[in-house]
C-alpha cells in the first residue's frame, strides 16, 4: 500500500505526530512523509491513501497571518520555541487550491491545546472537508492530537497517532478487500 502523508509544522508537533502515524503503517507499505512545502502534485500519483494534517490556529486551519504569527512568537527571545523549516511558507490551504483526486481515500489530523474543542477548534474539521471538496473519500473521523500550553504533546499522544496509524492501515485494507 502507498501512503502519502502530507503535513504543515509550525513549532514540531505535527511532524512529529505525522511520523507516529506513519510508523504506524509498519514496513510492508510504502509510506511518504513529507511536509506541505514539499508535496507536489506527482506525489499523490499511485496512492492508496493520503493522510493529510496540520496545527490549530485561532479555532482553525492556519492562515498566512497566523503563521507570521506563530513565527514571530518563536523568534522572540527566551520563547523556547524552534520554528520548523518551511513554516513560513504556504500552508494546507494554498496546497489544495488546484489539487483534485477524485476517489482517493484520505484522512485528516490536527495538533491542538489540550482542552474541549469548542474552546481550542480543530484544523482537522476544515482539512476534512477540504479532503472532500477536493474529491477525496474519508475513511476515519477527523482525529485530533493534543499538545500542553508549554508546546509539547500530551503524554502518550506520539504513541495514539501510531496506533491510529495502525487503524488507517487496517482500514484501507479492509475497503479495498470489500470493492474487489
Keep these: 500500500m502507498k501512503v ?8 514540531g508537533n505535527t511532524h512529529v505526530v505525522a ?4 510508523h504506524g503503517f509498519g514496513t510492508g507499505n510504502d509510506t511518504v512523509v513529507v511536509p506541505v512545502a514539499q508535496a507536489q502534485v506527482g506525489l499523490l500519483d499511485g496512492a492508496d491513501l493520503l493522510v493529510v494534517g496540520g496545527p490549530t490556529h485561532v479555532h482553525g486551519m492556519s492562515r498566512a497571518n497566523t503563521r507570521k504569527g506563530a513565527a514571530d512568537v518563536a523568534r522572540k527571545p527566551g520563547s523556547g520555541r524552534t520554528l520548523e523549516a518551511g513554516a513560513e511558507g504556504p500552508g494546507l490551504r494554498e496546497w489544495f487550491v488546484g489539487q483534485r483526486q477524485d476517489g482517493m481515500r484520505a484522512a485528516a489530523f490536527d495538533t491542538r491545546l489540550e482542552g ?16 472532500r ?7 476515519a473521523r477527523p482525529e485530533s492530537f493534543l ?3 508549554d508546546n ?3 503524554p502518550g499522544e506520539q504513541e495514539r497517532a501510531r496506533v491510529w496509524g495502525e487503524k488507517l492501515a487496517a482500514m484501507v485494507v479492509a475497503a479495498a478487500g470489500s470493492s474487489s
Design 4 to 11: 502519502l502523508i502530507v503535513y504543515e509544522s509550525m513549532f
Design 19 to 22: 511520523d507516529a502515524i506513519a
Design 116 to 131: 474541549p474543542a469548542v474552546f481550542t477548534g480543530r484544523a482537522s474539521k476544515g482539512i476534512a472537508r477540504l479532503l
Design 133 to 139: 471538496e477536493h474529491g477525496c473519500t474519508l475513511v
Design 147 to 149: 499538545v500542553t500550553r
Design 152 to 154: 509539547q504533546l500530551c
